[in-house]
C-alpha cells in the first residue's frame, strides 16, 4: 500500500486530518451497513481539484435524491484543504469525498475525505485504452425515471453490482463494461459514460434512463460544440458503438479511455481521441 495516502474527517464543525490507517467510522455506521450514503471522486492534478465545483454540485444533489441533509460547499473544500496538504503536486491523485447518514435519522451524517494515487491500472488504461463487456441491467431503460426509490442519477455508496460487473468482465478478459437496459439501449459503464463518434457527431445517452450526469462527459460535450464538433444526447444501442468510428469511456479521475474492443471485437479510434484529450485537458 502506498504511503502516499490522505484522509480527513469533519469533527465539532471542522476539517480534521487523521493518519491513514487510524479508523474514522463506527461499527454502526449506516454507510457501512447499508451502504446508505453518497460519494464523489475527484481528480488531483497539479496539487489542486480544477473540477471540484460540478462534483460538489453532484455531490448535493445525490444527497438531495437519499434525504440527506448536505452539509455544504464550505465543509467539503475544508476536507479537500485538508487531505491536499503535503500531497506532492507532481502526483495525481484520486480524492474521494463520502457523506453517509451515520448513526441514523436525527443524528449527524458522516464526512470523510480520503486522497491517494491514481492506481497504476487507471494510467495505463489512460494510455493504451480498453476491452470491453457490455452486460445487461434487465431494467427498462425509462423505468428508472419512473421509480425514484430506485435512485437512479445519485452516486449512492451501493456500488456493490457495480463492482461485481467488474469482476464479471475481468473474469471475461476484459478491462471494463458497458451496461444495456432491457430493451438494449446504452446505459453507461459501472464508474463511467459511454461516449461514441459517429457521422461527425459524438453522442452520449439521455439522463432520462436513470444513469449518473457525468462532469467529464459535461466539460466535454460543451468544449467540442465550442470547438465545432457537433454533439448531442441521443439513445443507442451496442450496434451502434459497433459502428462507431470511436469510443470512449469518461470519468473524472481516468479521462477518455479509448475502447479498443467490444465483446470481442477490436477497432480503431479514427485518430479522435487525441482530440477528445486535448479537449478535455484544455
Ligand atoms: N457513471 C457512473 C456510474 C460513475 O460512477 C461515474 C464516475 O464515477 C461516471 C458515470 C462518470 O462521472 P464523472 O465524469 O463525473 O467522473
Known amino acids: 500500500m502506498s504511503d502516499l495516502r490522505a484522509v480527513a474527517v469533519w469533527r465539532d464543525g471542522a476539517a480534521v486530518r487523521v493518519p491513514a490507517d487510524q479508523p474514522v467510522v463506527t461499527a454502526f455506521d449506516q454507510g457501512l451497513g447499508r451502504g446508505d450514503g453518497v460519494f464523489e471522486s475527484v481528480l488531483v492534478t497539479g496539487g489542486h481539484t480544477p473540477h471540484l465545483p ?84 434487465g431494467i427498462p431503460a425509462d423505468f428508472r425515471a419512473k421509480a425514484p426509490w430506485l435512485l437512479g442519477g445519485a452516486k449512492t455508496l451501493s456500488y456493490a453490482v457495480n463492482m461485481a460487473a467488474y469482476r464479471h468482465a475481468h473474469a471475461r478478459g476484459a478491462d471494463d463494461v458497458v451496461f444495456t437496459a432491457l430493451d438494449g439501449e446504452l446505459l453507461e459503464g459501472p464508474t463511467s459514460t459511454v461516449v461514441w463518434a459517429a457521422d461527425g457527431v459524438l453522442r452520449t445517452p439521455p439522463l432520462e434512463t436513470g444513469i449518473l450526469a457525468g462532469t467529464t462527459v459535461d466539460r466535454l460535450l460543451a468544449r467540442a460544440t465550442d470547438d465545432g464538433w457537433a454533439a448531442e444526447v441521443a439513445s443507442g444501442t451496442v450496434a451502434d458503438l459497433h459502428a462507431a468510428d470511436a469510443v470512449w469511456l469518461l470519468s473524472g479521475v481516468r479521462g477518455a479511455a479509448t475502447v479498443h474492443t467490444l465483446d470481442g471485437v477490436r477497432w480503431g479510434d479514427a485518430g479522435l481521441s487525441e482530440r477528445v484529450r486535448e479537449l478535455l485537458a484544455r
Open 54 to 137: 460540478p462534483h460538489l454540485t453532484r455531490l448535493a444533489r445525490s444527497a438531495a435524491l437519499l434525504d440527506l441533509p448536505y452539509p455544504g460547499d464550505d465543509a467539503w473544500r475544508a476536507l479537500v484543504d485538508a487531505v491536499l496538504t503535503d500531497w506532492p503536486p507532481a502526483a495525481e491523485g484520486a480524492c474521494r469525498l463520502f457523506l453517509t447518514r451515520g448513526l441514523g435519522e436525527g443524528e449527524p451524517p458522516t464526512l470523510v475525505a480520503l486522497l491517494a494515487p491514481v492506481p497504476a491500472e487507471t494510467l495505463r488504461q489512460r494510455i493504451e485504452g480498453i476491452s470491453v463487456v457490455s452486460l445487461g441491467l
